[in-house]
């Protein structure tokens, strides 16, 4: 069984140890580009830098599936991949470093920590005229309320947050089991959260889900944390309306790939932008291509049963 990873960079190559697996550091993608005959393959791996749309599917030749090690399945034609026979997954592990690059942005922003870095780097050591928020005395609002989004709570009831949650699966008035966070509408989370935090996950029904007209109900001087998908923003609208936010923290853009064209977004001067880093730890390097290797060894065990 031939097995290509991709998205296999370098400072991970301590986790790339099947003698007979081959690791790319190239999207499959960028691979593919340079070989319009295609590649042959059973099980592909990948992250979620690697798309896998129809022509790519099809320029991978007797694959039978894909493993993405990452959460996520929005780069994977799902839909393609079912009409062809070809098995998909996404990895299951431990994803609170998510909630703690979260929580680093969100006190980031409440504690003014750029400008007070840059005040005393200038040489004045005062903090006259910097007047960060209580914590206790914010709304956290949270739009997903999976693993990630319950962590955000936990961690939040640490801090005397109040937490407005919305999430499909539990109605309007619910509490959540450990008392962390109260569902409500999307409306009510947007009229009353100081912080609105991202954690949902993208299809149609999310893609735009902050545009015009959700913005324009949430709190004057928000700030606004997307740790989750690119696409949940339309950046368009942010830029027309990044007045209404006292800052906008973002671990993901809509098009990573093309950073030329969010120079105006990353440019903000209340934008600050890290570089999809959110689920990156040691624990989770390693715990992610461990699922990845023994997903792929029960799909072998499977094959030749």
């Not at 998909?88 to 409440?110: G, P, Q």
């Not at 969010?262 to 291509?289: C, F, G, Q, Y």
Request: glycine residues 6%.
């Amino acid at each position: 069984m031939k097995v290509i990873h991709f998205d296999s960079h370098a400072d991970q190559a301590r986790y790339q140890t099947r003698a007979d697996h081959e690791y790319i550091s190239d999207t499959v993608n960028q691979y593919l580009a340079t070989r319009p005959d295609g590649i042959t393959a059973d099980v592909v791996s990948c992250f979620d830098s690697s798309k896998f749309r129809p022509e790519v599917i099809d320029q991978i030749h007797g694959v039978k599936f894909i493993v993405t090690r990452g959460i996520g399945l929005d780069h994977v034609d799902r839909r393609y991949c079912e009409e062809k026979g070809i098995k998909f997954c996404n990895i299951e592990y431990d994803r609170s470093a998510i909630a703690h690059h979260t929580w680093a942005l969100i006190l980031f922003a409440v504690r003014h920590l750029q400008e007070s870095f840059e005040r005393v780097k200038t040489g004045s050591f005062t903090s006259k005229g910097i007047e960060p928020k209580g914590l206790q005395d914010m709304t956290l609002g949270i739009l997903g309320y999976g693993k990630i989004g319950k962590e955000v709570a936990r961690i939040a009831k640490a801090f005397g947050v109040r937490v407005l949650a919305v999430d499909r699966k539990h109605g309007v008035g619910d509490v959540d089991a450990e008392g962390n966070a109260e569902f409500v509408t999307k409306d009510q989370l947007l009229e009353q959260s100081d912080i609105v935090s991202l954690h949902c996950d993208l299809n149609p029904a999310t893609e735009g889900l902050i545009n015009d007209q959700t913005i324009s109900k949430m709190k004057p001087g928000c700030i606004l944390v997307n740790t989750s998908r690119g696409k949940l923003i339309d950046e368009a609208a942010l830029i027309r309306h990044q007045n209404h936010f006292s800052a906008i923290m973002l671990d993901v853009l809509a098009d990573e790939k093309k950073q030329d064209n969010h120079s105006d977004v990353i440019l903000l001067p209340n934008v600050h932008v890290t570089p999809h880093m959110a689920h990156k730890s040691e624990a989770t390097i390693r715990e992610r291509w461990e699922e990845a290797y023994r997903i792929i060894d029960d799909f072998a065990a499977g094959m030749n049963t």
